[in-house]
């Protein structure tokens, strides 16, 4: 049986992760406009994000600037929103892959591979570690040993 | 002049062929012993004489361009679309890289320039020399085929020369612009010498290291000529485009940042060569990638492959880098294949937990961060190949992708030097990581304590990251440099600051490095900063005002003027912080007459703590008011700051050691016989841990 004190701790823990939820997930329109323009490219070829691009009298970026505003303001969910504009301005307005069939692969990859290093090195040193043969000891330097000391001593923090 | 320009370099072309030809043959008869008509080691001089007359080719065809340039020679088709007659002079001179042709001109000066020096100073090593100059022979050989015929930089215009040229790239006509190329070409070119280097020394089977001491110098300067060229580039976005940012990760920008970081790995890892003869295959590899991405960069960028916003460099000369570049890789393979028993290790890894392991991540990491970078760059056209529809990889993907990266090597910064070579023992782990460890976790408690909520959002969770990190490796790095200058201190009665000023001349490299390693640091703080940018935008009449943060912006008036090469618009702001003016900014807009493009002039207020940083971004035309737009961008003084702590840090560890047999003699004539012991504990304690 669950003691109380655990499940006054599991309680807390609980309404902990709500708050961090709920903070995490509590943002207001304006901040939610300005995380979604800055996913999503101006198609005017200045190649700059549409919350940057700053060309006067560029043909896209206040129009699109409008139409995201909008949409925000309609309760569009981001999601929702993306692909409206994909289907809009084509697949290159989203500044970075959205998460569907092959383009898993974009955001897969690096972390993987990096991960496939990490356990690989380990792998090889350990490898290696087993294969190395122990060092003979030094030959003896008069004096040396407690040079060597003095230094470690006098060297510590 | 454009046909000596054109006849210097074909001169160039077949000085440089005869360079390769007949050093290719002298190595050859030296290898095999066997001999022709002319004597190999007179062969090989005079391929030596012949290089060094390609770069004095070479510096008369650059010569002739920039005459061209400054003469307002529109004949030549290069300077009729690069130059004008009311171009200023400085930008005249940078007309030289401002497109293809110039561009590559330019590094063809530089690679025989290069070129020039090692021959200049082969009495380094004869014969390593002799096979370096011929492999840069070769590649001098490629860059002036293309500017003999694929892109010939004094190609003339079709009938009469027209009276005025187009005029350069507004974006181009920035003071920084005619230092940032160079530097960055002087880096990509660079690599050149320790790739040649290098390469020669796995086909002679050379014995030993010393080609790594020889190059060591070659590849740190080669390797802050980049850095300057990249923070100079990002420096010129940031005060050019207009967009409050610095880093945009265009595919050009990408393109310098991958050798950038194979050529920092490699300047890590070929210390375990020197040190304990390990991971040679790993090093020759390094800097045969490194090369080989400075040419797949800019094959990347120039063939129109990935789309970028330096389209001006764009042109149908991709296939040129692409046959060069599988020519290298061959050449390389088959090299390595060849001569591989002569690059076995003569020592192995014996613990995990030792210098030598945290060099190995260092690795890894720098190389999951390139690999990731040129992921991110090619991806649009792999998705192109398999879903026939090109994807954007822009700057969220990257931001994601490669900032935990980032974070992950700085905090690799500040462990490795804390750890000993070959193991280190647990005792030896605690004690060195408490100091840093409690400097962490303070960091992060007091950054929450005033108002840093890492759980908002992603941004600031990594700038939290990045400032505790931060704290951590610079306590690790102060906490080496203290120890050391104790020691010193207390064998010399020197004070704290004199003993490490003695302690870092000991061993500049290894401290040059840690002054490197803090500079890092700082211009990750300076880059963590950018999660607090503000902006602000406002249409403005006189004497209107709006506040940013502590700043109190009021416009004083708006105007236009013109001159020969540019119509401007600018408004006068006054700051004001409190009731206090603390200056006037005017941002402008101009729009050159020749090229008929407009372009933005950025006023910035820059202090430690941020930058206001103003944009005219044009008028209203139904109001006919200015609207100008606002960043407050926090820290961004930092990270040019820490550019030139990493700057200097560089320059400190190409200086050479304070000679610690000369100090020992110094110390003994004065102190006598009886400390010989403390002299050589000194010198212990400054050499210790490199």
């Not at chain 1, 303001?73 to 301005?89: L, N």
């Amino acid at each position: 049986m669950i003691s109380r004190r655990k499940l006054i701790r599991v309680s807390q823990m609980g309404l902990v992760c709500l708050v961090v939820a709920v903070a995490m997930g509590a943002t207001d329109s304006s901040a939610r406009f300005d995380k979604d323009s800055h996913q999503m490219m101006c198609p005017c070829s200045c190649n700059q994000l549409l919350g940057e691009c700053n060309h006067v009298g560029c043909q896209y970026s206040d129009k699109m600037r409008s139409e995201l505003a909008a949409s925000i303001a309609r309760g569009d969910t981001d999601d929702a929103i993306f692909h409206q504009f994909q289907d809009e301005y084509g697949p290159i307005v989203l500044a970075s892959p959205m998460f569907t069939r092959f383009n898993h692969v974009a955001w897969i990859v690096p972390p993987v591979l990096l991960l496939l290093g990490i356990g690989s090195t380990l792998l090889i040193v350990r490898k290696w570690k087993l294969r190395t043969v122990p060092m003979p000891a030094e030959p003896a330097t008069p004096g040396f040993s407690a040079v060597r000391d003095r230094i470690r001593r006098e060297t510590q923090i | 002049m454009p046909e000596f320009g054109s006849f210097s370099l074909l001169l160039a072309l077949a000085l440089s062929g005869y360079t390769l030809l007949a050093g290719g043959v002298a190595l050859r008869q030296l290898a095999t012993g066997t001999r022709g008509r002319i004597a190999p080691d007179r062969l090989a001089e005079t391929a030596r004489r012949a290089g060094i007359g390609s770069f004095i080719a070479v510096a008369c065809a650059a010569f002739a361009l920039v005459y061209a340039a400054f003469t307002n020679d529109f004949s030549v088709s290069y300077i009729l679309h690069h130059s004008n007659r009311a171009l200023p002079g400085a930008y005249k001179f940078a007309a030289l890289w401002s497109g293809q042709e110039g561009s590559l001109l330019l590094w063809a000066l530089l690679l025989t320039g290069y070129g020039f020096v090692l021959r200049v100073r082969h009495k380094v090593d004869v014969t390593l020399t002799a096979y370096a100059s011929t492999i840069l022979a070769g590649i001098q050989v490629f860059f002036l085929l293309l500017l003999n015929f694929a892109a010939p930089p004094f190609a003339l215009v079709e009938g009469a020369a027209p009276s005025d040229g187009f005029g350069l790239n507004p974006l181009l006509q920035y003071p920084e612009m005619v230092i940032h190329p160079p530097m960055l070409y002087l880096g990509y070119v660079g690599f050149s010498v320790p790739f040649a280097f290098a390469l020669g020394a796995l086909m002679m089977r050379y014995p030993g290291e010393k080609w790594i001491h020889i190059t060591r110098r070659w590849t740190m300067v080669t390797w802050l000529f980049l850095t300057c060229g990249i923070f100079l580039g990002a420096h010129w976005a940031y005060s050019v485009l207009g967009w409050g940012g610095y880093w945009g990760w265009d595919p050009v920008e990408n393109a310098s940042l991958m050798p950038w970081l194979t050529g920092t790995a490699f300047l890590h890892s070929v210390m375990m060569q020197e040190k304990r003869g390990m991971m040679k295959n790993w090093n020759v590899w390094l800097i045969f990638s490194t090369f080989m991405l400075c040419i797949l960069g800019t094959d990347l960028t120039r063939s129109g492959l990935v789309s970028s916003v330096h389209a001006f460099a764009q042109s149908s000369i991709g296939n040129w880098f692409t046959g060069f570049l599988v020519i290298v890789l061959s050449v390389c393979l088959f090299t390595f294949l060849l001569q591989r028993d002569h690059l076995k290790s003569e020592h192995k890894l014996e613990s995990l937990v030792s210098r030598e392991s945290s060099f190995l991540f260092n690795n890894l990491v720098l190389l999951a961060a390139c690999f990731t970078i040129l992921w991110g760059t090619l991806f649009p056209i792999i998705s192109e190949y398999v879903q026939g529809n090109r994807v954007t990889v822009g700057a969220p993907f990257f931001n994601r992708v490669a900032l935990p990266i980032g974070l992950f090597l700085l905090f690799l910064t500040g462990i490795g030097p804390l750890l000993a070579w070959r193991s280190a023992s647990f005792k030896s782990i605690r004690k060195n990581f408490v100091l840093p460890g409690a400097a962490i976790l303070v960091t992060a408690i007091v950054l929450m304590a005033v108002g840093l909520r890492p759980w908002n959002d992603q941004a600031t969770f990594y700038s939290l990251v990045a400032f505790s990190l931060g704290a951590g490796v610079i306590t690790a790095i102060s906490s080496e440099f203290l120890r050391g200058a104790h020691v010193i201190g207390k064998h010399t009665g020197k004070n704290i600051f004199a003993s490490m000023l003695q302690l870092m001349r000991r061993n500049t490299r290894r401290y040059g490095g840690y002054i490197v390693h803090f500079g890092v640091v700082v211009i990750f703080i300076g880059i963590a900063g950018g999660a607090f940018n503000q902006s602000h935008e406002q249409e403005m009449n006189n004497g209107q005002s709006f506040t940013i943060g502590p700043y109190k912006v009021v416009c004083r008036s708006f105007t236009e003027d013109s001159n020969l090469n540019y119509d401007t618009e600018f408004a006068l702001l006054d700051v004001y912080r409190g009731d206090k003016k603390v200056t006037q900014l005017a941002p402008e807009k101009r729009f050159y007459t020749s090229s008929q493009q407009p372009s933005t002039m950025v006023a910035n207020h820059s202090t430690l703590a941020w930058d206001l940083y103003v944009i005219y971004a044009g008028k209203n035309p139904q109001t006919g008011l200015p609207i100008i737009k606002v960043f407050l961008n926090p820290l961004m003084a930092w990270i040019w700051i820490g550019v030139i702590v990493v700057v200097i840090g560089t320059l400190f560890a190409l200086a050479p050691n304070l000679s610690a047999a000369l100090a020992s003699n110094r110390v003994r004539s004065v102190a006598g016989p009886a400390r010989l012991d403390d002299q050589r504990e000194v010198a212990i304690a400054g050499r210790s841990g490199d």
